[in-house]
């Protein structure tokens, strides 16, 4: 009988994005990278787009897209942030379902998700519909065409979550084998026992639904599964291939499907160059005809369910209580010794009342703009995805129940927001890892925040007040691990209402980014100023202007007038308020430069806080990204100073260091700082540089190894991988720079003897695209000298890729 295997790969990242600002903030434990989602993205979903096939010398001989021939699902706001931030590899995932397309018999690999990866037993019936709903708009739109499976987040069950995918034409989904309760040949009158994980996963099992529907349910190879996960199986290609090879079963009678599930990020980023091991396995199975690779759709198309099973409702792959680990201390944990989890369920009913209040709130006024309340919810996918103009008008066409006015859309748009979020504050990891004051659980607060801010926006100031008042006294009772922390309202306090913004706050953030780098803000807010101007003396700088301020996602929009006074260093004070009209704008224009103009310095303050209120705003005001930027940028003088000073010392003590590293005496810890510091910031100046200067580089790193200086390894490393993409991608456009190419390989060589552990994916990914094109058009142009093909041959022994050099007689007639 026919042998298939199949490896599936569940690619997720909880959304990080902050609810006012919709895009990820910087997250120092991410280091050097800016956020996780970045970090996890070099490490996995990048080289998993392009996983290098090793020869027997250890040399890249293929570069192979893995997504193309497994079964793959990637959260759907994971795949919202790839497309904006990484679409050279967003559409390497996309290209890859179509490649399987081609490969398994028109099916595609990739599988959709519930949207935000809320634990759908848990859910209430409106949101286990549209977490499944948008899970299935958002696939047909990234990938335009229907998905046949669906992943349910961490694969919790319920027989409701399935008949819904049914409705909506899933044809099937994945299951941990534990989680099956009984199963029989279709149209046998007895059950056999399965509980325990005694399913045979070599064989799809169908499930009967209300009404007759059904659903496919593939169990994957638990003991497989594990060993990927947690057994360092990714150790060895062909160790894993032999593995897999071994799930087969010679006493099965029919074709049996030897299939395994985990997490995505095991290929690469939980397992170094896992995705290499992988590529690795796939290519082994296919070389030596172990068995036919094949994705779920091809497979269930080819061999329909001889067997029907019924489930262990409300279970998971990740809880051994069942979906216990998002709603009590159940014992599931990451194995910090000492703590509880006994936050876990206060914190679920905290947010269960946020939602159950917001909830009539939305219903009721919702109901003055939408025909159907629901539908519209549902439907609010399509703007999620697009917000566009037309895609607004589309919306409000389809789903207004008239016609609406323009603050009657804002309001609309603000309720569907508020709902959103209050689906968001449910994302899994809010309860998986140890300790409410992590930074998933804190995601969740945050999202909470929202919704209590957009309800406020609703109601009176008493009654708003109350919802976060109700929010907080049930929040309370979740009580941190770290007594700094103290319990969820402490956190909530401490993290999350900082963070909260209005169109103020950014009119704040515009007024004074503006002193230091002009320009449209960043984030979900268009900014128009209709007037600006700057008046400096010396290292005081006055920025005074309009702007109209307008959310890109409610379409609230409000003109402000501010303005902002920066006085040298870290000394700035902004003000802000409401426009109000042309005289009083001029008024205050006026006094503001006849005090600036006189350096009357108290003056400005006493306008500024007369002018707007009070409320006077500072650097501490800005956004995490900028007010880092802009820091950086004050500080800047300061560390060039520093850095200059402690460049003397350590210029003028260099040769007492070297002596006393020749001699094994511990050097004074000062000097040594002196040095570290000096020769770390030079490395990072001089690879930042426009035009790298390779052999001051190999001076400092001279000066590093003698003396024996720590290196910033992390840092250092990141930035050089940076500069040598840069290289790379000029040596791309132009392939003929013999300087170029030279300049690369030559700075390759001199990492060869560093400590550094430089990412050189991108670079060989466009070194093996010029070798299979670029080159290959070369050989035959006379006009290319033989030193040229020497450099480019010499590059590639140091990346390691596997390239046949020209031969001999051709280069005679090129030189």
Not at 22 to 44: G, K
Not at 771 to 796: C, H, M
Request: a negative charge.
């Amino acid at each position: 009988m026919e042998r298939y295997i199949c490896i599936h790969a569940h690619f997720y990242q909880p959304p990080r994005e902050n609810p006012w600002l919709e895009t990820v903030e910087l997250q120092d434990s991410a280091y050097p990278f800016h956020d996780w989602n970045q970090r996890i993205t070099s490490e996995c979903y990048a080289p998993n787009g392009a996983s290098r096939l090793l020869d027997g010398e250890g040399y890249i001989r293929a570069i192979t897209n893995n997504y193309s021939k497994i079964s793959f699902n990637f959260g759907p706001t994971l795949l919202s942030w790839l497309e904006t931030q990484e679409p050279e590899i967003y559409r390497s995932i996309l290209e890859a379902d179509r490649l399987s397309q081609q490969k398994f018999s028109g099916h595609g690999s990739a599988v959709a998700q519930a949207y935000n990866h809320m634990i759908l037993p848990l859910a209430n019936n409106n949101d286990r519909y549209t977490q499944i709903l948008w899970g299935v708009r958002d696939f047909q739109s990234r990938f335009q065409r229907m998905p046949e499976g669906m992943w349910l987040p961490e694969t919790a069950v319920d027989l409701q979550s399935l008949d819904i995918m049914s409705q909506l034409g899933i044809k099937f989904t994945i299951l941990s084998p534990y989680q099956a309760w009984r199963f029989r040949r279709v149209g046998a009158r007895a059950y056999r026992d399965a509980s325990g994980g005694k399913i045979d996963p070599s064989r799809p099992y169908l499930v009967r639904l209300r009404d007759g529907r059904s659903i496919t349910v593939f169990f994957y190879d638990g003991p497989i599964s594990q060993g990927v996960a947690f057994e360092r199986l990714l150790d060895s290609g062909e160790q894993f291939a032999q593995r897999l090879a071994g799930g087969f079963v010679d006493t099965r009678d029919w074709p049996q499907l030897m299939h395994i599930a985990t997490d995505g990020e095991s290929y690469g980023h939980h397992h170094a160059h896992g995705d290499m091991a992988l590529a690795y396995a796939l290519s082994y199975i296919e070389d030596k005809g172990i068995a036919r690779l094949t994705n779920y759709g091809e497979y269930l198309e080819k061999y329909p369910p001889q067997h029907e099973v019924q489930i262990a409702e409300n279970s998971s792959w990740s809880c051994s209580h069942g979906v216990g680990r998002w709603r009590e201390d159940c014992g599931c944990n990451s194995g910090r010794a000492g703590w509880n989890q006994s936050w876990r369920a206060p914190l679920r009913q905290a947010l269960d009342w946020l939602r159950d209040t917001a909830m009539p709130l939305y219903e009721q006024r919702a109901r003055a703009f939408f025909t159907d309340v629901w539908k519209a919810r549902n439907e609010y996918i399509a703007l999620i995805l697009d917000r566009s103009e037309d895609k607004v008008a589309r919306f409000f066409a389809e789903n207004a129940s008239r016609e609406l006015s323009r603050e009657e859309r804002v309001s609309a748009l603000e309720l569907l927001e508020m709902q959103r979020h209050a689906m968001l504050m449910y994302t899994s990891c809010g309860w998986f890892f140890d300790e409410i004051s992590g930074i998933e659980t804190v995601q969740v607060i945050q999202y909470a925040g929202r919704v209590i801010q957009l309800a406020q926006k609703l109601l009176s100031a008493e009654e708003g007040n109350a919802i976060e008042g109700g929010f907080l006294d049930r929040l309370s009772q979740a009580k941190s691990n770290l007594p700094e922390h103290g319990d969820g309202a402490q956190l909530y306090r401490k993290f999350v209402k900082p963070t909260v913004v209005g169109l103020e706050q950014v009119a704040a953030h515009y007024a004074i980014g503006s002193i230091f780098e002009t320009g449209a803000a960043k984030y979900c807010y268009s900014i128009d100023p209709s007037d600006y101007r700057t008046f400096i003396s010396g290292k005081s700088q006055l920025a005074v202007g309009r702007a109209q301020i307008c959310s890109r996602i409610t379409q609230e929009s409000e003109q402000f007038t501010f303005a902002a006074l920066y006085m040298g260093d870290h000394t700035l004070s902004a003000g802000v308020r409401k426009n109000g009209g042309e005289e009083v704008y001029q008024n205050t224009l006026e006094e503001l430069q006849t005090a600036f103009s006189r350096a009357d310095v108290p003056g400005i303050i006493r306008v500024l806080d007369q002018s707007f209120g009070g409320a006077i705003y500072s650097l501490k005001s800005l956004f995490r990204d900028e007010q880092r930027r802009i820091l950086g940028h004050i500080l800047e003088s300061s560390l060039q100073e520093a850095e200059s000073g402690l460049g003397v010392i350590y210029e003028h003590h260099a040769p007492m260091m070297r002596f006393l590293s020749d001699m094994k005496y511990p050097r004074p810890k000062v000097l040594s700082l002196a040095a570290e510091f000096a020769i770390n910031a030079s490395l990072r100046r001089e690879f930042r540089a426009e035009f790298l200067d390779l052999s001051e580089v190999k001076n400092l790193l001279n000066q590093a190894k003698e003396e024996g200086v720590q290196l910033d390894c992390a840092g250092l490393a990141y930035v050089t991988g940076r500069k040598l993409n840069d290289l790379m991608l000029e040596l791309h456009r132009r392939p003929l720079n013999l300087g170029l190419l030279r300049k690369i390989r030559q700075l390759l060589d001199v990492l060869k003897e560093l400590p550094l552990t430089v990412n050189l994916w991108k670079v060989e990914n466009l070194y093996y695209e010029m070798s299979r094109s670029t080159y290959l058009q070369l050989i035959n142009d006379t006009s290319v000298p033989a030193e040229w093909f020497d450099e480019f041959l010499k590059l590639g022994q140091l990346l390691r890729i596997r390239l046949e050099a020209v031969p001999s007689a051709q280069l005679a007639s090129a030189s």
